[in-house]
Each structure stands twice: as structure tokens, then as C-alpha cells.
């Protein structure tokens, strides 16, 4: 089981950038495929990015070059560098692991973009 926090959300102006981090814990970290996923209210969490424990990544069409994901398997962090954003990317932010068909998740941090 991996064990995450979010952190670096807040209120932005409509353009501006945001990087969130995930702080992991336990030793399954560099094995496990790492994802930002977001949920804006009354609609379904969706994904935002993934990496793969090889480095591979794969975006939602929304965020496809606005957004960017890279992870530190030393420090065990995964990051979300979010530019040009937009007021419709406003919405809770969660980290995800997967490892084994297992997903874990952190409480997730909030990013509201204002227009």
C-alpha cells in the first residue's frame, strides 16, 4: 500500500500556472504506474495524466500540452506542472498509485481558476 499527499493547489487567474506534488511513502513507489486524476463538482472524476514506472505518460485531450507530469522515484514524488490554465481545469486534484491491479489515493488539493 502507498500512502499519498497533494500539495500546491490554490486560487490562480485564467493563464497562469500551478505545479501540484504528491509526496509518497511505503516501497512499492518506483514499481507503481503514477496518475493525477481531478474532479470538478457534480461531474465524475476523470484523469488528467499518467506515468508509467518506465517514464511513459498519457494525457487527457483537455490538458494535452497545457499540462505536464514527471516523478522522482528517489524522493518518491510524483508532479502536475499545469500551465495556461483555464477556469474549466478548476477542481480537486488527487494522486494516484497503482501497483497490482490496487489503486490508492490521496484526499486530493484544490485548484480554482478564475476568469
Known amino acids: 500500500q502507498v500512502q499519498l499527499a497533494e500539495s500546491g493547489g490554490g486560487l490562480v487567474q485564467a493563464g497562469g500556472s500551478l505545479r501540484l506534488s504528491c509526496q509518497a511513502s511505503?516501497?512499492?513507489?518506483?514499481?507503481?504506474?503514477l496518475g493525477w486524476y481531478r474532479q470538478a463538482p457534480g461531474k465524475q472524476r476523470e484523469m488528467v495524466a499518467t506515468?508509467?514506472?518506465?517514464?511513459?505518460?498519457n494525457f487527457a485531450d483537455s490538458v494535452r500540452g497545457r499540462f505536464t507530469i514527471s516523478r522522482d522515484n528517489a524522493k518518491k514524488m510524483v508532479y502536475l506542472q499545469m500551465n495556461n490554465l483555464k477556469p474549466e481545469d478548476t477542481a480537486v486534484y488527487y494522486c494516484?498509485?497503482?501497483?497490482?491491479?490496487?489503486?490508492?489515493w490521496g484526499k486530493g488539493t484544490l485548484v480554482t481558476v478564475s476568469s
Open positions: 494516484n498509485s497503482r501497483y497490482g491491479g490496487a489503486d490508492d
Open positions: 511505503g516501497s512499492i513507489f518506483s514499481d507503481s504506474g
Open positions: 506515468i508509467a514506472r518506465g517514464g511513459s505518460t
